[in-house]
């Protein structure tokens, strides 16, 4: 018998990285999506920016299947993050993703700092 999906339950919310400042480029800590089933619904919200030379966050979704190495999730990449107080959504597919996802953000700019978080929503599956 194959999986069922729980169409009644209640779609969960999980942080992909809790709201902090970051200054330079980083990697989020991994999450296990693999009780989840179709697409995800990942969120990048941002707070304060500040820095010269138009600072810039360019964020996109890696998967793994050991939370250890990282490939990127073919276009699961956010528009360039330039301006505060924005949220951007994309679609990430767990049919082509590995056990675990997280967010990457390459940051640009003179003196840059962002504040941001970020989360996923979807539908939990049962077996």
Sequence with gaps: MGKV??????????A????????????????DISGYDGILKCTVAMGAI????TPKL?????HSDNDSDYTDV???????????SKTHSIGVDTRVCK???RLTG???GTN???????????QKQYL
């Design 5 to 14: 999906i729980d169409v009644n339950g209640e779609i969960t919310t999980t």
């Design 58 to 62: 360019v964020g996109k979704i890696m």
């Design 112 to 122: 840059p700092s962002f504040t941001i978080a970020s989360v996923f929503s979807g």
């Design 50 to 53: 500040a820095g010269t030379d």
């Design 74 to 84: 073919t276009g699961a990449v956010f528009p360039d993050i330039t301006a505060a």
């Design 99 to 101: 056990k675990y996802i």
């Design 16 to 31: 992909l990285l809790l709201p902090v400042a970051k200054t330079a480029n980083f990697d989020g800590t991994g999450v």
């Design 106 to 108: 390459t940051i640009t």
